[in-house]
């Protein structure tokens, strides 16, 4: 029952937001959990205003305010009275002139007690908005920082993947417990191809027999 009530109020938000109501605009990816729907409600919201660029900016800056220590305790300290969380955050949102429909998606997280959820929406959304403009996501992690050269490589074989249209947005990592090789991220793809991993499997296998 729970779960249903609140699919109502995200659905409610999207189909609300403009006149005549009219459906739920799917983004171009899907990210699950609370974090997802309520960011595909604001991308739903968003892109019928045709302001999606708009209310990407204004998250980054939401985001910036949550840095401040008063503004973290605001939205991730449960034991602070919704209804005070919702008159603060309004008033600052408002304060920053932010666009109406994020003023009131940030209203809306704080009305159902969701303001502790507010970076993951933020990210969610940073997601989907990467996928419209083409992006794919790639996040690298090897052992050791990478060379120019061996960054251009890894590049040149990723690209590989790509669709027409499309374009790579790389992120390097360097874990030194993963010891050699390298684990790869790429939209819904996951390669470990670690030191680290290959001895652990190693090991398991000796175990075995």
């Known amino acids: 029952m729970a779960a249903a009530g609140f699919g109502k109020q995200v659905r409610h938000f999207s189909t609300t937001v403009i006149k005549p109501v009219s459906k739920l605009i799917q983004p171009p990816i ?46 991730m300290n449960p034991h602070i009275k919704r209804s005070i969380k919702q008159k603060t955050v309004n008033d600052v949102m408002t304060k920053e002139k ?7 998606f940030i209203n809306l997280l704080a009305e159902n007690g969701r303001l502790s959820f507010t970076p993951g929406v933020i990210s969610a959304f940073g997601k989907m908005m990467s996928a419209h403009r083409g992006e794919v996501l790639c996040s690298v992690t090897t052992a050791q920082p990478l060379d120019e050269a ?13 669709q027409k249209g499309e374009t790579l947005q790389l992120e390097t990592k360097s874990d030194p417990s993963v010891l050699g090789g390298m684990i790869v991220s790429i939209g819904d793809k996951y390669v470990d191809m670690s030191t680290k991993t290959k001895i652990q499997k190693l090991t398991k296998i000796m175990r075995e027999t």
Do not use: C, H, W
Request: aromatic share 8%.
């Open 30 to 75: 899907q990210v699950y959990g609370v974090e997802g729907r309520y960011a595909t409600a604001l991308y739903s919201a968003a892109s019928k205003q045709k302001n999606l660029d708009q209310v990407e900016k204004e998250l980054s800056r939401v985001k910036s305010l949550m840095k401040d220590p008063k503004m973290t305790t605001v939205f």
């Open 98 to 104: 932010l666009s109406t429909i994020t003023i009131n």
């Open 150 to 162: 061996s960054l251009a490589e890894l590049k040149n074989a990723l690209n590989g993947f790509l």
